[in-house]
Every structure is written in structure tokens, then in C-alpha cells.
């Protein structure tokens, strides 16, 4: 039999990148803990008629992209291609809009979707994102947006430029379809394959279009802001007044739609220069009429979605690496020396210390130097002469200082934990290799 492989579209997250995703998690829950937002974990597949109603059909998710399968109950059922609809779907099965307060809910887990493969983005992927459900405020809007701002600036990104529009209420959206039907049907046979199929079902669909004939032809077309109600314009217009107010910048992207239905009033889009033609690294918006559609009560919301690829390989790019995960090192050689090791491997990582320790058995210099590639911050040595002793003797591999401790004193030594504090500040890159 030949080697079997992981499926086309989907990948193995391997321990040298792992630490970039648990560095992503660790800062989005923190974030979100200090705003009170609330965790919902939700099933990895669902009927199809809920994205099918919650999403559209007429988009390329419903049409072209979904993992669509029959049960041996022969109900259809789809991987879920985002998260929006689940979510919504357990607000309203549980009653949670019936609780009075609004729900400020987040996730994070694999999405599915059948498409082309390339760089941050699988057929398999992994998405964070939040729901503010309950509140129809221009603030939720503002807020969503600053949370986003806030997770994606403490992991260190730059050249970040938020994309803003509106896209109004449906009434707005209506107007504005029929004068862009009227507008492109002219340029139809111009227009690229997708956008032709696209201009009776789905034409705000064509102003993503990324073919270039069909880009220069909608320049020149009308745009959603042309067609906002009074009503909706004033919203808009409150909503960047306090993005201003929080200091965040802006771009008007008058072409912006976002490619699922249930959208309406603010779209927005972030964006990092450092990711090419995918640029987008978090999208969203507000969804007003889903809860109703999908069978709950009148229910204003906004949301949106991190691509935790993408972001994952922006970290990568910026060499923003992790700090150090492991503490201590253990190297030992002989019967009695190993399982003093052990022992004491565990009764340091029982007082909260991250410690590896080396089962190798092979000769010190070995160990030695897998203790040298294991970032770890020190490391302990226990000999025939430690384990006659009951000692162990512990090198910081930053600075080559050596000291011997009893072993039974090592985890309680204030003098350790404050040594770890200091050289953990320590960016890796300035702390040298050194051979025990």
C-alpha cells in the first residue's frame, strides 16, 4: 500500500508552528475575557438548510463551496463552511435572547470549504470571530471593530487599514441592485463568466470580481452609498464618528459587499499589506435580519471573523516569535540517576514549571545539546554524583552561571522563580547558546 496522505486542502499544524497558534489564543481570550464576551462552542455540521436560508443560495458558499453529505438517516447535513449561522441558530434553539441582556458571544474552530488551495487558506480552515446579538446601536458596530483592532494590534501586526462601508438597510440594497442590473446588462457579454451567471442572481457579488475587464466596468458604476435612506446614512455616519473618537482609522471602500446575504448597514473588511492578493485578515459586519430568517425574533446583530491562517503566517512574516515555553531541561545518565529525574520532572511541573525531560538515555554531550535547541531557560544535571547526593545542578544556559541545589529545595527556591522572571524579559534572539 502506498503512503497515505493528508487530504488536498487540508494540513497538520506541527509543533515548530503550534506556538504561534497557542500565542493567538492566549491573546484573543485575554482580550475578550476583559470586554466580557462570552465563549459558544457549536457542532462542526449542521443541516443544510441552514446555511442554505442563512447564508443564500445564490452565494458562491451555498453554490460552489460546501461539504454537502447524507446520513445514513438520509438527512442532508454540511460541515459548517462559517460560523455566523451556527451560532444564531443555538441563540435562538436556547432562548438565549429571552435572558434580556445582549449576548456578546465569540468562537473559534475549523470551517470547511471547497476551494482552490494557496497560502493561508485550506479547504480546512480555522476562523475566531464574535456575535453581538441583541443591540441595533451604531456602538456595537464600533465596538465589534475596536475588539478586532485590539487582538490584531497585541499580537503585533502593522500595516493594518480598515475597509468601511455601508450597504444600508434591505429597502437601500434593493434600489441599488435594480440600478446596477441596469447599469452592467450593457457590458454583459463583456463581464467575466462568474459575473454573467451572477447578474440576475447575485450582482453586488460582480463589484468582488477580480478579473480586470470586469474591475474597469465598475468603476463607473452607481455605488450603495448613492442609495442610502436618510435613515441609514445618519447610521453610517454615527458609526464612523466613533471610530474616530476611538482613534481608529479608515478607508471608505464604497465597492465593499461582502459575499454572504445576510448582511446589511456596516461591512467592513481589515486588511494587511503584508498578505498580497489575500489581504483580508478579519471581516464582518451587521446582520439584522438572520435571526428572524433563520425562524428566531426580530433580532439586531453584528459580527465578525479572524482567518487564523492568515493570521498565523503575518506572525510568521514578522518573525514575532513565541517566548520561551519550557523552563528546564533535565539531562541525567544512569538507572538511578534517571528515575530521580523523573521524580523531580514531575514535582517541578506539580509547583507550575514547564519542564522537558530528556529520556534518551545517550551520552551527556547529546543531551546537552538538544537542551541548547530547546529554548528552554535552564538546565538541570543530575549525575552519579547528583544522585549519591540527592542534588541536581542547575545552569542557566543564557549567562553559563551554575549553581548546586538540593533536590528537594529546587521548586521552593524563591531565587529560581525571580532568575526565570528576569530572563524570560529577555528576547530569545539576545540570549546565547551556550554547551552545559
Known sequence: MGLIQAIRGTRDILPGEIRYWQQVETVVRDVFANAAYQEIRTPIFEQTTLFERGIGEATDVVGKEMYTFHDRGDRSLTLRPEGTAGVVRSFIEHGLGTQGAVQRLWYCGPMFRYERPQAGRQRQFHQVGVEVLGSGSPRADAEAIAIATTILTRLGLQSLELNLNSIGAPGDRNQFRSALIEYLTPYKSELDPDSQNRLTRNPLRILDSKDPRTQEIVQAAPTLLDYLSPESRDRFDQVQTLLT????????????????????????????????????????????????????????????????????????????????????????????????????????????????????????????????????????????????HHTVQLKWLSTGEQTLYPQAELSTATEIRQKLAALKQQPSSDRPKNSP
Open 245 to 388: 473618537a476611538l482613534g481608529i482609522s479608515y478607508t471608505l471602500n464604497p465597492r465593499l459587499v461582502r459575499g454572504l446575504d445576510y448582511y446589511t448597514h456596516t461591512v467592513f473588511e481589515i486588511q494587511s499589506a503584508d498578505l498580497g492578493a489575500q489581504a483580508t485578515v478579519c471581516a464582518g459586519g451587521r446582520y439584522d435580519g438572520l435571526v428572524a430568517e433563520l425562524g428566531g425574533p426580530e433580532t439586531p446583530a453584528v459580527g465578525w471573523a479572524i482567518g487564523l491562517e492568515r493570521l498565523v503566517l503575518l506572525l510568521e512574516q514578522l518573525a514575532t516569535q513565541p517566548p520561551a515555553s519550557v523552563d528546564f531541561y533535565i539531562v541525567s545518565r544512569g538507572t538511578t540517576a534517571e528515575a530521580q529525574a523523573l521524580v523531580l520532572a514531575q514535582t517541578l511541573r506539580s509547583q507550575g514549571f514547564a519542564v522537558e525531560l530528556d529520556l534518551s538515555g545517550s551520552a551527556f554531550g547529546k543531551q546537552f545539546k538538544r537542551a541548547d535547541r530547546s529554548g528552554a531557560i535552564g538546565c538541570l544535571v543530575v549525575g552519579d554524583t547528583e544522585a549519591e
